[in-house]
Protein backbone atom coordinates (compact mmCIF):
# COMPACT_ATOMS: atom_id res chain seq x y z
CA UNK A 1 0.00 0.00 0.00
CA UNK A 2 1.12 3.55 -0.84
CA UNK A 3 3.14 4.92 2.21
CA UNK A 4 0.54 8.25 2.28
CA UNK A 5 -2.36 6.36 2.26
CA UNK A 6 -1.45 4.07 5.21
CA UNK A 7 -0.24 6.43 7.17
CA UNK A 8 -3.76 8.31 6.73
CA UNK A 9 -5.83 5.28 7.15
CA UNK A 10 -3.42 4.75 10.07
CA UNK A 11 -4.46 7.89 11.58
CA UNK A 12 -7.78 7.50 10.55
CA UNK A 13 -8.18 4.20 12.71
CA UNK A 14 -6.81 5.95 15.53
CA UNK A 15 -9.16 9.12 15.63
CA UNK A 16 -11.78 6.08 15.31
CA UNK A 17 -10.67 4.50 18.29
CA UNK A 18 -10.73 7.86 20.31
CA UNK A 19 -14.21 8.17 19.31
CA UNK A 20 -15.42 4.90 20.30
CA UNK A 21 -13.48 5.75 24.06
CA UNK A 22 -15.01 8.79 23.85
CA UNK A 23 -18.89 7.81 22.82
CA UNK A 24 -18.77 4.71 25.28
CA UNK A 25 -17.20 6.68 28.28
CA UNK A 26 -19.45 8.74 28.17
CA UNK A 27 -22.85 6.83 26.95
CA UNK A 28 -21.48 4.70 30.38
CA UNK A 29 -22.69 1.84 28.12
CA UNK A 30 -21.79 0.66 24.33
CA UNK A 31 -19.78 -2.10 22.91
CA UNK A 32 -16.07 -0.85 22.59
CA UNK A 33 -14.00 -4.33 22.12
CA UNK A 34 -15.81 -5.59 18.74
CA UNK A 35 -15.68 -1.88 17.54
CA UNK A 36 -12.02 -1.23 18.20
CA UNK A 37 -11.52 -4.61 16.48
CA UNK A 38 -13.26 -3.63 13.43
CA UNK A 39 -11.41 -0.06 13.54
CA UNK A 40 -8.97 -0.68 10.77
CA UNK A 41 -11.58 -2.38 8.69
CA UNK A 42 -14.29 1.06 9.22
CA UNK A 43 -11.31 3.46 8.33
CA UNK A 44 -10.30 1.30 5.36
CA UNK A 45 -13.88 0.96 4.30
CA UNK A 46 -14.91 4.80 4.56
CA UNK A 47 -11.37 5.89 3.80
CA UNK A 48 -10.15 4.23 0.65
CA UNK A 49 -12.97 1.62 -0.58
CA UNK A 50 -16.46 2.78 -0.39
CA UNK A 51 -17.95 5.56 -2.74
CA UNK A 52 -19.99 8.05 -0.65
CA UNK A 53 -21.13 11.47 -0.25
CA UNK A 54 -20.55 13.02 2.99
CA UNK A 55 -22.92 16.04 1.55
CA UNK A 56 -25.24 13.85 0.17
CA UNK A 57 -25.67 10.48 2.47
CA UNK A 58 -28.95 9.49 0.53
CA UNK A 59 -26.84 9.60 -2.88
CA UNK A 60 -28.62 7.10 -4.47
CA UNK A 61 -25.72 5.45 -6.45
CA UNK A 62 -23.34 5.39 -3.37
CA UNK A 63 -22.05 1.74 -2.25
CA UNK A 64 -24.24 0.66 1.12
CA UNK A 65 -22.64 -0.61 4.35
CA UNK A 66 -24.75 -2.29 6.52
CA UNK A 67 -23.06 -2.85 10.33
CA UNK A 68 -24.43 -6.07 11.18
CA UNK A 69 -23.20 -6.81 14.03
CA UNK A 70 -25.06 -3.76 14.92
CA UNK A 71 -23.76 -3.31 18.58
CA UNK A 72 -20.63 -2.52 17.48
CA UNK A 73 -22.27 1.19 16.45
CA UNK A 74 -19.83 3.75 18.53
CA UNK A 75 -16.93 2.18 15.49
CA UNK A 76 -19.45 2.90 12.56
CA UNK A 77 -20.47 6.41 14.26
CA UNK A 78 -17.00 7.62 14.75
CA UNK A 79 -15.99 6.72 11.52
CA UNK A 80 -18.93 8.70 9.87
CA UNK A 81 -17.97 11.68 11.91
CA UNK A 82 -14.14 11.91 10.78
CA UNK A 83 -15.59 11.82 7.39
CA UNK A 84 -17.86 14.62 8.12
CA UNK A 85 -21.32 13.13 8.07
CA UNK A 86 -21.94 14.34 11.20
CA UNK A 87 -20.20 16.64 14.04
CA UNK A 88 -17.45 14.57 16.18
CA UNK A 89 -18.57 16.43 19.11
CA UNK A 90 -21.58 14.38 18.93
CA UNK A 91 -20.25 11.50 19.48
CA UNK A 92 -20.69 12.14 23.14
CA UNK A 93 -24.41 11.49 23.19
CA UNK A 94 -23.91 8.14 22.12
CA UNK A 95 -26.97 6.56 23.94
CA UNK A 96 -28.30 9.58 25.62
CA UNK A 97 -32.26 10.47 26.00
CA UNK A 98 -32.53 12.89 22.89
CA UNK A 99 -29.41 12.08 20.93
CA UNK A 100 -29.59 10.49 17.26
CA UNK A 101 -26.84 8.63 18.57
CA UNK A 102 -28.92 5.28 19.31
CA UNK A 103 -27.49 2.34 20.74
CA UNK A 104 -27.77 0.57 17.80
CA UNK A 105 -27.96 1.93 13.97
CA UNK A 106 -30.74 3.70 13.20
CA UNK A 107 -31.22 4.62 9.20
CA UNK A 108 -33.45 7.24 9.93
CA UNK A 109 -31.38 9.36 12.21
CA UNK A 110 -27.80 9.08 11.67
CA UNK A 111 -26.68 10.41 8.62
CA UNK A 112 -24.74 8.03 6.33
CA UNK A 113 -26.04 5.07 8.03
CA UNK A 114 -27.52 2.27 5.52
CA UNK A 115 -29.74 0.36 7.29
CA UNK A 116 -31.14 0.16 10.75
CA UNK A 117 -29.76 -2.97 12.57
CA UNK A 118 -28.91 -4.42 15.97
CA UNK A 119 -30.78 -7.83 15.76
CA UNK A 120 -27.66 -9.66 14.75
CA UNK A 121 -28.32 -12.07 11.90
CA UNK A 122 -30.49 -9.85 9.79
CA UNK A 123 -28.27 -7.17 8.72
CA UNK A 124 -26.26 -9.77 6.36
CA UNK A 125 -29.55 -10.40 4.64
CA UNK A 126 -30.72 -6.72 4.10
CA UNK A 127 -27.57 -6.24 2.79
CA UNK A 128 -27.72 -9.53 -0.02
CA UNK A 129 -31.36 -7.60 -0.34
CA UNK A 130 -29.35 -4.51 -1.23
CA UNK A 131 -27.30 -6.23 -3.85
CA UNK A 132 -29.81 -8.47 -5.65
CA UNK A 133 -31.80 -4.69 -5.85
CA UNK A 134 -29.06 -2.99 -7.49
CA UNK A 135 -28.17 -5.65 -9.86
CA UNK A 136 -31.76 -5.36 -10.89
CA UNK A 137 -31.89 -2.31 -11.29
CA UNK A 138 -29.20 -2.65 -13.40
CA UNK A 139 -26.72 0.26 -11.19
CA UNK A 140 -23.18 -0.35 -10.43
CA UNK A 141 -23.18 -0.43 -6.55
CA UNK A 142 -21.29 -2.32 -4.34
CA UNK A 143 -22.63 -3.85 -0.90
CA UNK A 144 -20.54 -4.29 2.53
CA UNK A 145 -21.94 -6.31 5.29
CA UNK A 146 -19.62 -6.47 8.88
CA UNK A 147 -20.60 -9.56 11.14
CA UNK A 148 -19.30 -10.61 13.75
CA UNK A 149 -17.85 -14.15 14.47
CA UNK A 150 -20.48 -14.64 17.18
CA UNK A 151 -23.30 -13.10 14.91
CA UNK A 152 -22.32 -16.26 12.67
CA UNK A 153 -24.09 -18.71 14.85
CA UNK A 154 -27.89 -17.08 13.98
CA UNK A 155 -28.79 -19.80 11.62
CA UNK A 156 -30.51 -16.57 9.61
CA UNK A 157 -26.82 -15.30 8.22
CA UNK A 158 -26.80 -18.73 6.59
CA UNK A 159 -29.95 -17.94 4.73
CA UNK A 160 -28.65 -15.02 3.55
CA UNK A 161 -25.27 -16.75 2.34
CA UNK A 162 -27.05 -19.49 0.42
CA UNK A 163 -29.45 -15.93 -1.64
CA UNK A 164 -25.97 -14.61 -2.24
CA UNK A 165 -24.52 -17.19 -3.90
CA UNK A 166 -27.81 -18.50 -5.95
CA UNK A 167 -28.49 -14.78 -7.41
CA UNK A 168 -24.76 -15.24 -7.59
CA UNK A 169 -23.99 -12.00 -6.16
CA UNK A 170 -19.98 -10.51 -7.20
CA UNK A 171 -21.55 -7.02 -5.76
CA UNK A 172 -21.62 -8.60 -2.21
CA UNK A 173 -18.94 -8.34 0.21
CA UNK A 174 -19.54 -9.86 3.63
CA UNK A 175 -16.73 -9.16 6.11
CA UNK A 176 -16.10 -11.42 9.12
CA UNK A 177 -14.44 -10.04 12.22
CA UNK A 178 -13.18 -13.19 13.65
CA UNK A 179 -12.31 -11.50 16.91
CA UNK A 180 -12.32 -15.44 18.66
CA UNK A 181 -14.62 -13.48 21.55
CA UNK A 182 -18.38 -13.53 22.21
CA UNK A 183 -19.96 -12.50 25.36
CA UNK A 184 -20.34 -15.68 27.18
CA UNK A 185 -16.54 -16.50 26.60
CA UNK A 186 -14.59 -17.68 23.54
CA UNK A 187 -16.33 -18.66 20.71
CA UNK A 188 -15.02 -22.33 20.45
CA UNK A 189 -16.07 -22.25 23.71
CA UNK A 190 -19.79 -21.25 23.25
CA UNK A 191 -20.50 -22.11 20.04
CA UNK A 192 -17.97 -22.77 17.54
CA UNK A 193 -18.75 -22.02 13.65
CA UNK A 194 -15.04 -23.23 12.71
CA UNK A 195 -14.21 -23.85 9.68
CA UNK A 196 -16.08 -20.56 8.77
CA UNK A 197 -13.80 -20.55 5.70
CA UNK A 198 -14.79 -24.02 4.69
CA UNK A 199 -18.16 -23.32 5.63
CA UNK A 200 -18.43 -20.56 3.24
CA UNK A 201 -16.49 -21.78 0.62
CA UNK A 202 -19.09 -24.67 0.50
CA UNK A 203 -21.88 -21.74 0.61
CA UNK A 204 -20.69 -20.77 -2.84
CA UNK A 205 -18.13 -18.17 -1.19
CA UNK A 206 -15.02 -17.09 -2.58
CA UNK A 207 -13.23 -16.78 0.92
CA UNK A 208 -9.74 -14.72 2.38
CA UNK A 209 -8.55 -15.10 5.24
CA UNK A 210 -6.24 -12.25 6.19
CA UNK A 211 -4.73 -9.97 9.29
CA UNK A 212 -7.74 -7.53 9.60
CA UNK A 213 -6.00 -5.28 11.63
CA UNK A 214 -3.14 -4.47 9.02
CA UNK A 215 -4.13 -2.24 5.82
CA UNK A 216 -1.98 -3.94 3.49
CA UNK A 217 -3.91 -7.35 3.74
CA UNK A 218 -7.38 -5.12 4.01
CA UNK A 219 -5.95 -3.29 0.55
CA UNK A 220 -5.49 -7.33 -1.07
CA UNK A 221 -8.37 -8.48 0.10
CA UNK A 222 -10.82 -5.90 -1.48
CA UNK A 223 -8.79 -6.13 -4.36
CA UNK A 224 -9.71 -9.61 -4.71
CA UNK A 225 -13.21 -9.07 -3.72
CA UNK A 226 -13.49 -6.60 -6.97
CA UNK A 227 -11.79 -9.33 -9.56
CA UNK A 228 -14.06 -11.96 -7.72
CA UNK A 229 -16.92 -12.98 -10.08
CA UNK A 230 -18.82 -14.56 -6.89
CA UNK A 231 -20.16 -13.53 -3.45
CA UNK A 232 -16.75 -12.80 -1.23
CA UNK A 233 -15.65 -13.12 2.07
CA UNK A 234 -13.26 -11.51 4.25
CA UNK A 235 -12.11 -13.09 7.54
CA UNK A 236 -10.47 -10.83 9.45
CA UNK A 237 -8.82 -11.97 11.83
CA UNK A 238 -8.67 -9.64 14.71
CA UNK A 239 -7.58 -8.47 18.12
CA UNK A 240 -10.76 -7.74 20.24
CA UNK A 241 -9.84 -4.33 21.98
CA UNK A 242 -7.55 -3.00 19.91
CA UNK A 243 -5.83 0.06 20.76
CA UNK A 244 -7.02 0.25 24.01
CA UNK A 245 -3.63 -1.74 26.67
CA UNK A 246 -6.19 -3.46 29.02
CA UNK A 247 -9.24 -4.25 26.73
CA UNK A 248 -7.19 -6.25 24.17
CA UNK A 249 -8.10 -10.03 24.15
CA UNK A 250 -10.77 -9.27 27.07
CA UNK A 251 -14.26 -10.90 26.88
CA UNK A 252 -15.05 -8.45 29.40
CA UNK A 253 -14.68 -5.83 27.17
CA UNK A 254 -17.42 -6.62 24.78
CA UNK A 255 -19.87 -4.77 26.01
CA UNK A 256 -18.51 -2.66 29.07
CA UNK A 257 -18.27 1.37 29.18
CA UNK A 258 -14.70 2.32 30.96
CA UNK A 259 -14.78 4.76 34.36
CA UNK A 260 -13.25 7.67 34.55
CA UNK A 261 -9.87 6.07 35.38
CA UNK A 262 -9.97 3.76 32.25
CA UNK A 263 -10.84 6.26 30.54
CA UNK A 264 -7.81 8.00 30.92
CA UNK A 265 -5.80 5.44 30.28
CA UNK A 266 -6.85 4.80 27.02
CA UNK A 267 -7.00 8.04 25.92
CA UNK A 268 -3.90 9.01 26.98
CA UNK A 269 -2.12 5.39 24.72
CA UNK A 270 -4.38 6.82 21.69
CA UNK A 271 -3.34 10.41 22.07
CA UNK A 272 0.11 8.89 22.00
CA UNK A 273 -0.24 6.49 19.17
CA UNK A 274 -1.98 10.07 17.18
CA UNK A 275 0.66 11.90 17.70
CA UNK A 276 3.71 9.62 16.91
CA UNK A 277 1.24 9.37 13.65
CA UNK A 278 1.12 12.87 13.09
CA UNK A 279 4.67 13.81 13.75
CA UNK B 1 -80.08 -11.61 -8.96
CA UNK B 2 -76.99 -12.63 -10.88
CA UNK B 3 -75.34 -16.16 -9.14
CA UNK B 4 -72.60 -14.68 -6.87
CA UNK B 5 -69.19 -15.73 -7.26
CA UNK B 6 -66.92 -17.26 -4.83
CA UNK B 7 -63.14 -16.50 -5.02
CA UNK B 8 -60.42 -17.29 -2.42
CA UNK B 9 -58.22 -13.87 -1.70
CA UNK B 10 -55.15 -15.52 -2.40
CA UNK B 11 -55.83 -15.50 -5.64
CA UNK B 12 -57.05 -11.62 -5.63
CA UNK B 13 -53.46 -10.96 -4.41
CA UNK B 14 -51.66 -12.79 -7.26
CA UNK B 15 -54.15 -11.16 -9.52
CA UNK B 16 -54.27 -7.79 -8.34
CA UNK B 17 -50.07 -7.58 -8.25
CA UNK B 18 -50.30 -8.78 -12.00
CA UNK B 19 -52.89 -6.11 -12.44
CA UNK B 20 -50.24 -3.27 -10.88
CA UNK B 21 -47.28 -4.50 -13.29
CA UNK B 22 -49.37 -4.41 -15.88
CA UNK B 23 -50.66 -0.96 -14.66
CA UNK B 24 -46.95 0.51 -15.07
CA UNK B 25 -46.20 0.02 -11.20
CA UNK B 26 -42.15 0.05 -12.25
CA UNK B 27 -41.30 0.10 -8.37
CA UNK B 28 -42.96 -3.61 -8.03
CA UNK B 29 -40.83 -6.68 -7.16
CA UNK B 30 -42.45 -9.89 -5.39
CA UNK B 31 -40.45 -11.79 -3.48
CA UNK B 32 -42.14 -15.95 -2.23
CA UNK B 33 -40.28 -17.87 -0.23
CA UNK B 34 -41.27 -21.09 -1.85
CA UNK B 35 -44.96 -20.68 -2.08
CA UNK B 36 -45.53 -19.21 -5.53
CA UNK B 37 -48.35 -22.11 -6.82
CA UNK B 38 -49.87 -21.34 -3.48
CA UNK B 39 -49.86 -17.84 -2.18
CA UNK B 40 -50.68 -17.10 -6.02
CA UNK B 41 -47.75 -15.00 -6.93
CA UNK B 42 -47.02 -17.55 -9.38
CA UNK B 43 -49.73 -15.87 -11.47
CA UNK B 44 -47.70 -12.80 -11.30
CA UNK B 45 -44.21 -14.85 -12.00
CA UNK B 46 -45.30 -16.23 -14.96
CA UNK B 47 -46.67 -12.81 -16.47
CA UNK B 48 -43.46 -10.50 -15.05
CA UNK B 49 -40.55 -13.74 -13.91
CA UNK B 50 -38.08 -10.64 -13.78
CA UNK B 51 -39.77 -9.17 -10.76
CA UNK B 52 -40.89 -12.48 -8.89
CA UNK B 53 -37.56 -13.63 -6.83
CA UNK B 54 -37.95 -16.60 -4.96
CA UNK B 55 -35.96 -16.67 -1.69
CA UNK B 56 -35.98 -20.36 -1.16
CA UNK B 57 -38.06 -21.59 2.07
CA UNK B 58 -36.29 -19.13 4.52
CA UNK B 59 -38.72 -16.42 5.49
CA UNK B 60 -36.55 -14.59 8.03
CA UNK B 61 -33.67 -13.85 5.22
CA UNK B 62 -36.70 -13.18 2.48
CA UNK B 63 -38.42 -10.43 5.47
CA UNK B 64 -34.96 -8.58 5.66
CA UNK B 65 -34.08 -9.27 1.72
CA UNK B 66 -37.50 -7.24 1.13
CA UNK B 67 -36.14 -4.36 3.37
CA UNK B 68 -33.05 -4.45 1.68
CA UNK B 69 -34.79 -3.96 -1.72
CA UNK B 70 -36.97 -1.21 -0.16
CA UNK B 71 -34.06 0.92 1.47
CA UNK B 72 -33.28 0.92 -2.68
CA UNK B 73 -36.35 2.27 -3.76
CA UNK B 74 -37.98 -0.78 -4.96
CA UNK B 75 -41.86 -2.03 -3.54
CA UNK B 76 -41.41 -5.87 -2.33
CA UNK B 77 -44.07 -7.61 -1.89
CA UNK B 78 -42.76 -10.55 0.06
CA UNK B 79 -45.29 -13.23 0.41
CA UNK B 80 -45.61 -16.19 2.28
CA UNK B 81 -48.31 -17.94 4.44
CA UNK B 82 -49.04 -16.03 7.24
CA UNK B 83 -48.15 -18.42 9.90
CA UNK B 84 -44.70 -17.80 8.68
CA UNK B 85 -44.60 -14.31 8.18
CA UNK B 86 -45.96 -12.97 10.63
CA UNK B 87 -44.83 -15.71 13.33
CA UNK B 88 -41.60 -17.28 12.08
CA UNK B 89 -40.10 -13.93 10.72
CA UNK B 90 -42.13 -11.72 13.48
CA UNK B 91 -39.11 -9.89 14.86
CA UNK B 92 -37.47 -9.36 11.11
CA UNK B 93 -40.40 -8.01 10.39
CA UNK B 94 -40.53 -5.92 13.97
CA UNK B 95 -36.93 -4.93 13.41
CA UNK B 96 -35.77 -4.70 10.07
CA UNK B 97 -38.94 -3.36 8.69
CA UNK B 98 -41.02 -1.96 11.17
CA UNK B 99 -38.21 -0.48 13.24
CA UNK B 100 -36.62 1.23 9.98
CA UNK B 101 -40.69 2.14 8.85
CA UNK B 102 -39.52 0.49 5.75
CA UNK B 103 -42.01 0.88 2.36
CA UNK B 104 -42.42 -3.56 2.07
CA UNK B 105 -45.67 -5.18 2.41
CA UNK B 106 -46.05 -8.48 3.23
CA UNK B 107 -48.27 -10.83 1.69
CA UNK B 108 -49.59 -13.09 4.01
CA UNK B 109 -52.22 -15.96 2.63
CA UNK B 110 -53.50 -19.07 4.15
CA UNK B 111 -54.89 -17.22 7.45
CA UNK B 112 -56.88 -18.39 9.64
CA UNK B 113 -58.15 -22.00 10.31
CA UNK B 114 -59.84 -22.28 6.97
CA UNK B 115 -56.46 -23.33 5.90
CA UNK B 116 -58.43 -26.38 6.59
CA UNK B 117 -56.63 -29.59 6.22
CA UNK B 118 -53.36 -28.94 6.94
CA UNK B 119 -54.52 -28.17 10.34
CA UNK B 120 -52.86 -26.13 13.25
CA UNK B 121 -49.30 -26.17 12.71
CA UNK B 122 -50.69 -24.27 9.34
CA UNK B 123 -53.76 -22.39 10.88
CA UNK B 124 -52.59 -18.98 12.14
CA UNK B 125 -54.91 -16.83 14.21
CA UNK B 126 -52.44 -14.80 16.00
CA UNK B 127 -51.55 -12.43 13.18
CA UNK B 128 -53.39 -9.77 13.95
CA UNK B 129 -52.22 -9.33 17.53
CA UNK B 130 -48.42 -10.20 16.25
CA UNK B 131 -48.52 -7.22 13.11
CA UNK B 132 -51.06 -4.94 15.45
CA UNK B 133 -48.27 -4.55 17.99
CA UNK B 134 -45.66 -3.23 15.30
CA UNK B 135 -45.27 0.64 15.59
CA UNK B 136 -46.28 1.73 12.51
CA UNK B 137 -47.33 -1.02 10.82
CA UNK B 138 -51.00 -0.99 8.68
CA UNK B 139 -52.82 -4.06 9.14
CA UNK B 140 -55.88 -4.78 6.30
CA UNK B 141 -57.84 -8.40 6.04
CA UNK B 142 -60.29 -7.54 3.21
CA UNK B 143 -63.15 -9.28 3.23
CA UNK B 144 -63.32 -10.35 -0.72
CA UNK B 145 -61.94 -10.41 -4.51
CA UNK B 146 -63.28 -6.61 -4.78
CA UNK B 147 -61.91 -5.51 -1.77
CA UNK B 148 -58.51 -7.37 -1.82
CA UNK B 149 -57.40 -6.52 -5.06
CA UNK B 150 -57.81 -3.06 -3.95
CA UNK B 151 -56.38 -3.39 -0.93
CA UNK B 152 -53.04 -4.58 -2.66
CA UNK B 153 -52.86 -1.31 -4.94
CA UNK B 154 -53.66 0.64 -2.02
CA UNK B 155 -50.68 -1.17 0.14
CA UNK B 156 -48.50 -0.65 -3.21
CA UNK B 157 -49.52 3.21 -3.53
CA UNK B 158 -49.02 3.92 0.53
CA UNK B 159 -45.79 4.59 2.17
CA UNK B 160 -44.71 2.60 5.06
CA UNK B 161 -45.01 -1.32 6.33
CA UNK B 162 -48.49 -2.71 5.31
CA UNK B 163 -49.32 -6.53 6.02
CA UNK B 164 -51.78 -7.75 4.03
CA UNK B 165 -54.11 -11.00 5.21
CA UNK B 166 -55.66 -13.01 2.45
CA UNK B 167 -57.31 -16.25 2.80
CA UNK B 168 -57.38 -19.96 1.16
CA UNK B 169 -60.96 -20.53 1.11
CA UNK B 170 -62.94 -19.25 -1.70
CA UNK B 171 -65.33 -16.80 -0.38
CA UNK B 172 -68.70 -14.81 -1.60
CA UNK B 173 -67.85 -11.46 -3.85
CA UNK B 174 -69.96 -9.29 -2.73
CA UNK B 175 -68.64 -5.85 -3.31
CA UNK B 176 -69.69 -4.58 -6.72
CA UNK B 177 -66.69 -3.22 -8.21
CA UNK B 178 -67.65 0.12 -8.28
CA UNK B 179 -66.90 -0.29 -4.50
CA UNK B 180 -63.60 2.02 -3.11
CA UNK B 181 -61.72 0.55 -0.90
CA UNK B 182 -59.40 2.88 1.33
CA UNK B 183 -57.05 2.01 3.95
CA UNK B 184 -58.08 2.94 7.70
CA UNK B 185 -61.50 3.35 6.64
CA UNK B 186 -64.06 1.05 7.83
CA UNK B 187 -67.49 0.42 5.61
CA UNK B 188 -71.26 0.43 6.83
CA UNK B 189 -72.74 -2.79 4.48
CA UNK B 190 -76.17 -2.75 6.20
CA UNK B 191 -77.22 0.34 9.20
CA UNK B 192 -79.41 -0.83 11.66
CA UNK B 193 -80.36 0.15 15.47
CA UNK B 194 -80.27 -2.72 17.98
CA UNK B 195 -76.74 -3.57 17.25
CA UNK B 196 -73.42 -3.71 15.68
CA UNK B 197 -71.66 -6.26 14.33
CA UNK B 198 -68.23 -5.40 13.39
CA UNK B 199 -66.27 -8.59 10.82
CA UNK B 200 -63.43 -8.46 8.48
CA UNK B 201 -61.98 -11.26 6.18
CA UNK B 202 -64.16 -13.98 5.65
CA UNK B 203 -66.73 -13.20 8.41
CA UNK B 204 -68.30 -10.30 6.72
CA UNK B 205 -70.13 -12.23 4.51
CA UNK B 206 -71.50 -14.83 7.24
CA UNK B 207 -72.19 -11.23 9.27
CA UNK B 208 -74.18 -10.38 5.95
CA UNK B 209 -75.92 -13.15 5.77
CA UNK B 210 -76.83 -13.26 9.30
CA UNK B 211 -77.97 -9.17 9.53
CA UNK B 212 -80.40 -10.93 7.30
CA UNK B 213 -81.70 -13.64 9.15
CA UNK B 214 -81.90 -11.43 12.42
CA UNK B 215 -84.04 -8.87 10.10
CA UNK B 216 -86.39 -11.68 9.72
CA UNK B 217 -86.69 -12.09 13.49
CA UNK B 218 -87.29 -8.50 14.34
CA UNK B 219 -83.89 -7.77 14.62
CA UNK B 220 -82.22 -4.76 13.28
CA UNK B 221 -78.42 -5.52 13.13
CA UNK B 222 -76.29 -2.82 11.68
CA UNK B 223 -73.14 -4.95 9.68
CA UNK B 224 -70.03 -3.19 9.47
CA UNK B 225 -66.70 -4.38 7.63
CA UNK B 226 -63.42 -3.09 9.21
CA UNK B 227 -60.84 -4.50 6.77
CA UNK B 228 -58.08 -2.10 8.08
CA UNK B 229 -57.43 -3.30 11.78
CA UNK B 230 -54.83 -0.74 11.70
CA UNK B 231 -55.45 2.26 11.86
CA UNK B 232 -58.46 1.55 13.02
CA UNK B 233 -61.63 3.57 12.12
CA UNK B 234 -62.63 4.80 15.49
CA UNK B 235 -64.53 7.16 14.16
CA UNK B 236 -67.29 4.94 12.32
CA UNK B 237 -67.30 2.29 15.56
CA UNK B 238 -67.69 4.63 18.71
CA UNK B 239 -70.71 6.22 16.17
CA UNK B 240 -72.09 2.76 15.56
CA UNK B 241 -71.73 1.79 19.15
CA UNK B 242 -73.57 4.90 20.50
CA UNK B 243 -76.43 4.30 17.88
CA UNK B 244 -76.83 0.44 18.74
CA UNK B 245 -75.84 0.29 22.32
CA UNK B 246 -74.49 -3.07 21.82
CA UNK B 247 -71.05 -4.73 19.95
CA UNK B 248 -70.38 -8.30 18.43
CA UNK B 249 -67.25 -8.81 16.97
CA UNK B 250 -66.59 -11.36 14.67
CA UNK B 251 -63.09 -12.22 12.94
CA UNK B 252 -61.25 -15.65 12.03
CA UNK B 253 -58.33 -14.93 14.60
CA UNK B 254 -57.99 -15.84 17.94
CA UNK B 255 -59.95 -13.47 20.32
CA UNK B 256 -56.92 -12.31 21.87
CA UNK B 257 -55.41 -9.25 20.45
CA UNK B 258 -57.39 -9.05 17.05
CA UNK B 259 -60.32 -7.25 15.77
CA UNK B 260 -62.41 -7.69 19.02
CA UNK B 261 -59.79 -6.60 21.68
CA UNK B 262 -59.09 -3.80 18.85
CA UNK B 263 -62.76 -2.61 19.34
CA UNK B 264 -62.60 -3.54 23.38
CA UNK B 265 -59.52 -1.36 23.90
CA UNK B 266 -61.56 1.68 21.56
CA UNK B 267 -64.70 1.42 23.17
CA UNK B 268 -63.63 0.68 26.83
CA UNK B 269 -61.47 4.52 26.68
CA UNK B 270 -63.70 6.26 24.47
CA UNK B 271 -67.36 5.06 24.66
CA UNK B 272 -67.89 2.38 27.11
CA UNK B 273 -70.14 -0.42 25.39
CA UNK B 274 -71.08 -4.09 26.20
CA UNK B 275 -69.07 -6.14 23.59
CA UNK B 276 -69.45 -10.20 22.54
CA UNK B 277 -66.04 -11.23 20.97
CA UNK B 278 -66.58 -14.06 18.15
CA UNK B 279 -63.90 -15.59 17.09
CA UNK B 280 -61.67 -18.45 17.64
CA UNK B 281 -61.37 -18.89 21.33
CA UNK B 282 -58.11 -19.11 22.67
CA UNK B 283 -56.90 -22.52 21.31
CA UNK B 284 -55.33 -24.19 18.55
CA UNK B 285 -57.30 -25.31 15.07
CA UNK B 286 -56.92 -29.28 13.46
CA UNK B 287 -57.59 -31.14 10.16
CA UNK B 288 -61.00 -30.47 8.28
CA UNK B 289 -62.66 -29.36 5.45
CA UNK B 290 -62.42 -25.29 5.74
CA UNK B 291 -66.37 -24.84 5.94
CA UNK B 292 -66.67 -27.66 8.52
CA UNK B 293 -63.98 -26.23 10.49
CA UNK B 294 -65.56 -22.99 10.34
CA UNK B 295 -69.12 -23.94 11.67
CA UNK B 296 -67.15 -26.03 14.46
CA UNK B 297 -65.51 -23.10 15.58
CA UNK B 298 -68.61 -20.67 15.59
CA UNK B 299 -67.65 -18.71 12.51
CA UNK B 300 -70.80 -18.86 10.71
CA UNK B 301 -74.16 -17.23 9.89
CA UNK B 302 -76.04 -19.20 12.28
CA UNK B 303 -73.73 -19.01 15.02
CA UNK B 304 -73.51 -15.10 14.71
CA UNK B 305 -77.24 -15.41 15.11
CA UNK B 306 -77.22 -17.19 18.01
CA UNK B 307 -74.74 -15.22 19.99
CA UNK B 308 -76.53 -11.78 18.74
CA UNK B 309 -80.00 -13.18 20.44
CA UNK B 310 -78.17 -14.07 23.55
CA UNK B 311 -76.38 -11.11 23.94
CA UNK B 312 -79.19 -8.64 23.41
Redesign the interface.
Known amino acids: MDSVLKKELEIFATQIRMGIIESTYNAKAGHPGGSLSSAELFAYLYGKEMRYSADEPKW ?1 DRD ?1 FVLSKGHCAPGLYSALAYKGFFPVEDLKTLRHIGSYLQGHP ?3 TVPGV ?3 T ?2 L ?3 V ?10 K ?2 GKDINVYALLGDGEIEE ?2 VW ?2 F ?2 AA ?2 SLDNFCAVIDSNGLQIDGTCAEVMSAEPIDEKLKAFGFEVTVINGNDFDELEKAFDAFHKSDKPFAIIMKTIKGLGVSYMENQVGWHGKAPNEEEYKIAMKELGEKLAELEA | MAEIKNIATRDSYGNALKELAEGGADKLVVLDADLSAATKTGIFKKAFPNQHFNCGIAEANMMCVAAGFSTMGLVPFASSFAMFASGRAFEQVRNSIGYPHLNVKIGATHAGISVGEDGASHQCCEDFALMRAIPGMVVICPADDVEARQAVKAAYSYEGPVYLRFGRLAVPVFHEESYKFEIGKGEVIKEGNDVSIIANGLMVAEAIEAGKALEEQGISAEIINIATIKPLDEELIIASAKKTGKVITVEEHSIIGGLGEAVCSLLAEKCPTPVKRIGVNDEFGHSGPAKDLLKQFGLSAENIVKVTKEFI
Open positions: ERNMNDMSGSGQGSVAAGMAKAAYLGQEAMFQY
